[in-house]
């Protein structure tokens, strides 16, 4: 199947920035969409920022103009630069991917990471 592992996490002081990291491995997958949620206690998962196989990338209110997705294709690998942190953006940020294993049959289906810790604190 496809395995996650986020990096790229940490403290960090309002305005700052940061960098999160997701690579995809395992079996033979084509990737339909990347992307990152976030979630805090007591609240529900909410998007991030995804990025389509064709480059379409779309973003909340809550991030735009701060965050960036992007790819590297040639690695399996998403990216979120984070740009003028807030408080409100503090939260376990998650990597997701939906995918297709190619020498199985059926709909692609959806991966997730196991978590990296942003702290935007004073």
């Known amino acids: 199947q496809v395995q996650l592992v986020e990096s790229g996490g940490g403290l960090v002081q309002p305005g700052g920035s940061l960098r999160l990291s997701c690579a995809a491995s395992g079996s033979t997958f084509e990737i339909y969409v990347m992307g990152w949620y976030r979630q805090v206690p007591g609240k529900q998962r909410e998007l991030v920022a995804t990025i389509t196989k064709g480059g379409t990338t779309n973003y909340p209110d809550s991030v735009k103009g701060r965050f960036t997705i992007s790819r590297d294709n040639s690695k399996n690998t998403v990216y979120l630069q984070m740009n003028s942190l807030k408080p409100e953006d503090m939260a376990v940020y998650y990597c997701?991917?939906?995918?297709?294993?190619?020498?199985?049959?059926?709909?692609?289906?959806?991966?997730w990471g196991q978590g990296t810790q942003v702290t935007v604190s004073s």
């Open positions: 997701y991917v939906r995918a297709k294993i190619l020498r199985a049959s059926g709909s692609p289906q959806d991966y």
